[in-house]
């Protein structure tokens, strides 16, 4: 089935559920392909991607459950949220995991069912692919901005290939017992991950999209009145 532009992006929500389906490895392989496409400043190209099936799959998930459910220390390399987040993003983060809760039953006086939902990010949602994503730790800031505009082209590459998918930044708490599990080499920072698959349509985790700012909220138009 083929989309155009508006539709993909459209039709593009973040998946946490998904079907058992098999992905074939040409798929992923397209996939990455389309998103090494991408526009990176002086061609630097940015980011790597890991992707894992079957046995390679269940095990780093293993790896990721247990240092949740040990308590492990949160080992972030990077600076995900900024340091001291304002009201209004505070109010704009509550209303995204409110909407999620809701969708999944999960009252906002269960503290125990949203630590449950929220260890499945350690389980890539239990999606037959999970990607780590990764980038070079002597890369610049800017090169990080290179890479989101890589993994959104995934996305949109999976969307196309009617796959659903969802970014993981919670799998960068545990970057280090990634990076060891993987044997990944010293120069690679474990920047996220990806779960990826056929998504589940009936299951609610997947029915709820969250809002978009409206246009003139970010955006100025300037000299077309002249």
């Known amino acids: 089935m083929k989309f155009d532009f508006d539709d993909l ?3 593009r929500r973040s998946i946490r559920a998904f079907k058992k389906d098999r ?3 040409h798929t992923l392989e397209k996939i990455c392909a389309t998103a090494r496409r991408s526009p990176s400043g002086a061609n ?7 992707v894992l099936t079957g046995t390679s799959l269940e095990s780093l998930k293993d790896c990721l459950t247990q240092a949740a459910k ?3 220390p949160i080992d972030l390399e990077y600076s995900y949220f ?4 304002s009201d209004a993003l505070k109010s704009r983060q509550r209303k995204a995991g409110f909407a999620l809760y809701e969708a999944l039953g999960i009252s906002r006086r269960d503290p125990e069912g949203r630590r449950e939902q929220f260890a499945k990010n350690y389980a890539f949602f239990d999606a037959p692919v999970g990607v780590v994503v990764t980038i070079d730790r002597d890369m610049g800031k800017g090169c990080f901005m290179d890479l989101g505009m890589t993994i959104m082209t995934f996305l949109l590459a999976a969307e196309a290939e009617g796959l659903g998918a969802t970014g993981i930044g919670a799998i960068a708490n545990y970057g280090p017992a990634v990076h060891d599990h993987l ?4 120069d690679e920072m474990v920047v996220c991950g990806i779960a990826l698959g ?8 997947n029915r709820f999209k969250t809002e978009r700012d409206p246009l003139d909220a970010f955006t100025t138009f300037r000299g077309f009145d002249a």
């Open 9 to 11: 992006v459209a039709r």
């Open 23 to 25: 992905i074939e490895r």
């Open 44 to 50: 630097l190209q940015p980011g790597k991607f890991h």
């Open 70 to 72: 040990q308590n492990a």
């Open 82 to 85: 900024p340091e001291k987040m």
């Open 183 to 186: 044997a990944l080499p010293n």
């Open 198 to 205: 056929v998504a589940d349509t009936q299951a609610p985790v």
